[in-house]
Structures are given as structure tokens and as C-alpha cells.
């Protein structure tokens, strides 16, 4: 089958979208939002005769990588093909059309969030970032707190009213972590969306600030679902957002979720495998942790995405690329990088370790380390020592976390 691709007008990706996903509608405002957000020059659609049959649209984003630097990236979103019309090419048309689109733009990186993370590995995606589901029986867990936690002082305020503040503190914290999104403008409204739809019974979105000095150095967002059992209350608070610029300020808000009264229950998502509450609570068992994969990356323009970078540790290796679907990426490239920076470029000497672009998509953060993929039989060593080498370099003492969706 031979479908027509070309750039979407607004009116017409979101019913073809919303079917894709289940057919459920989005409220008026999560519309009104996604459709202002969404950048309509950037989104593609797949057409057979006149009847739009698949979509896939990019945002500009800018990502931090391993040394703070924020880089240019795709944030692929809106993907989606008619039941009608599966296994006749449409969704690689529009990979291949996109990803060339990418390349054109000038940007080195694609990323991703998967509903179904087996469909873009043969596109060349690689799971890069992972992030912790907790359920926390707050009957049974306690948190030791560190020193200078009774001095956060907390209050209450409407989440529309304190939305710079929160931005401040959400943008102070950027570039320390690889995986996170710089904010444009318009994005920061993301977090006020509160839709019936999806409180599941709970309350509308509640906020409460950390502040020490009278300044703001933390806030969550929040909601309660109220429960009840002959025993009393057995209510669950449902953790929005959190963040907080030091280990006070994000254990007064953390003690703050697990005392909130006729609650025993917190629930969150989408955390930090590495957040710090982890370590402060009397028993890891009682929350329930569950790891899932979070961010897919592409490297569009290998050489450039990996001199974007820093690396924690000396390298010099070269990197015997294969990309079938980007063949400009296949080849040799040797990579000279530490601390304070790197090169990337072409060569002819011979390679130190063989991987496709798929396994760089997955190390590139740090979060996946090269000697797990070799492990699993998806890098190879040709140069003794080169693995545990560039394995060393590409890691992060920090892991790379996505905050929120897109």
C-alpha cells in the first residue's frame, strides 16, 4: 500500500490520535493545552485517499546530558496507525520520513516514551532511562529524617498560584540530572492540568511549598483519595510531582506525604530509581517498589551526540557503528572524551568495540552501562580492556530520570 505523508493542519490528527489510543476523549482543557502545545509543522500524517490513517509529531526539546549540557532533541509523540491499516508500512514510512525530518533540523537526538516498548527497536531506539513505581503502606513504614528537616517550613497554596515558584525549583534542577526536559514556555502548564477524568475519585490537585529563609527550596503536588473500612480511615495520597534543590527540603515534604491524617497509603510514579526517600525509610519491602523503562533514545547524528556529552572517566575508543534504518550513522568513529568534554569524529583505524546504534541509544545517558549490553551478547569487545573502558566513561554517578511525560 502507498500512503501520502505530509504535515498535519490541527484539525486533523487528534480523532485519529484519540481512536488509536482507545478511543477515550480528553477533557476540553488537556485539549485546549496539547493542541496549543503541539507543533503542527513538526507532525505528520499518513493519508490513504482522504482518510488519515497514522500520525507521529516531534517537539522541540532541549535534554540534559551527562555534563549539563542541554541538547538539542526530537520529542517523538502523537505516534499512532489505524487499526485499519496495520502491517502495510505506514508506521516505517513515518519513522523514515521523520528521522530524516530530524536530521534536517539539525538535531542530534530523538526520544521517545513507548506504550508498548517493543515497537521501536528496530527503529533504532534504545531504552536509556528507567524510573520506580512505589506503593508505601504508611501504617507499617517510617522515614528517619537527615539533620535541618524540622527547619523547612510548609504551607498550602493554590497550584495556579504558586506555579513560578515551583518552575524556579524545577529549573535549578535541570541540568544536575541527565534525562530532564528544559521547560519552554506553555509546558510548565502540564503540571496544573487536573482533569475529573483522571483523579479516579480522588481530590483536585492540592500544592504545598518547602521554604526555609523565605525561600523556595521544594514543592509537591498532590492528591487525596479518601477510604474508609470498619476498622476508620484508609486514605491514599497520590503524589503528583515532587521536587526540592536539597536532602531537607525533600525529606520535610517526603515526612509531609506520609502524615497526612486519614491517609495510610502514599502512592507515586514515574520516580528516581536513586530518590533519596529510599534510603530513609524503616522498611524498603513495605513500598513496593516497581521498576519500569522510561525513556527511549535515538542517536540521529551519532558523531554529535556523543561529543554533546561529557564522560565521568578518560576515554579513547573507536566505536564500530551498524544502523541499518540511518545508514549515515554506520561506520567507524572514534570517540576522545572525559570530564571536561569530548570529540567524535570518522576514522579508519581499527575498532575497540562493535554495537549498533540501538545499544548507543541505551548507554548514551549513562543510566544502561555497555557491559550489561555485553553481558546480554549486544556489544562486543575487540580490544581487550576497551569495554570496561568506555563502560567506566559513559556512566553517571547520578541516574538519568524523565520528570514527566509528553
Known sequence: MTTDLRVLRQDEWYDNLIRAFGGI???????????????????????????????????????????????????????????????????????????????????????????????YGRFGYGVGTFHVNAEIDTTRVRLSVPPGTDDVRLRYVAPAEALDACEAVYARLVPGRAGMVARVPGWERLGLLDPQSEREGASPLQCVLAERGGEVVGYARFRIKAGWEAAGP???????????????????????????????????????????????????????????????????????????????????????VEDAFCPWNSGRWRLTGDPKGASCARTEEAPDLALTVRELGSAYLGGVTLDSLAAAGRVRELRQGALTEASVAFACTVPPWLPHGF
Open 25 to 119: 476523549p480528553e477533557s476540553a482543557e488537556e485539549r485546549a493545552l496539547w493542541r496549543e502545545l503541539t507543533e503542527t509543522d513538526r507532525s505528520l500524517g499518513a493519508w490513504d485517499d482522504d482518510t488519515c490513517v497514522g500520525t507521529a509529531g516531534a517537539f522541540s526539546f532541549r535534554l540534559t546530558v551527562p555534563g549539563g549540557a542541554a541538547v538539542p532533541a526530537a520529542g517523538v509523540t502523537m505516534v499512532s496507525v489505524a487499526a485499519t491499516h496495520r502491517r502495510r508500512g505506514v508506521l516505517r514510512s513515518m519513522m523514515r520520513r521523520q528521522l530524516d525530518d530530524v536530521r534536517s533540523w539539525g538535531e542530534p537526538l530523538a526520544v521517545l516514551t513507548a506504550s508498548e516498548p517493543e515497537i
Open 234 to 320: 484508609k486514605g491514599t495520597v497520590v503524589v503528583r510531582d515532587l521536587y526540592a534543590l536539597d536532602p531537607a527540603g525533600h525529606a520535610a515534604l517526603w515526612r509531609f506525604l506520609f502524615d497526612i491524617d486519614l491517609t495510610s497509603k502514599v502512592t507515586a510514579r514515574a520516580r528516581p530509581v536513586d530518590e533519596a526517600w529510599q534510603h530513609m525509610v524503616s522498611d524498603v519491602r513495605r513500598c513496593s517498589l516497581l521498576v519500569r523503562d522510561s525513556l527511549h533514545i535515538r542517536l540521529v547524528d551519532v558523531g554529535a551526540a556523543l561529543q554533546a556529552r561529557s564522560y565521568q572517566a578518560p576515554v579513547d575508543v573507536v566505536l564500530d
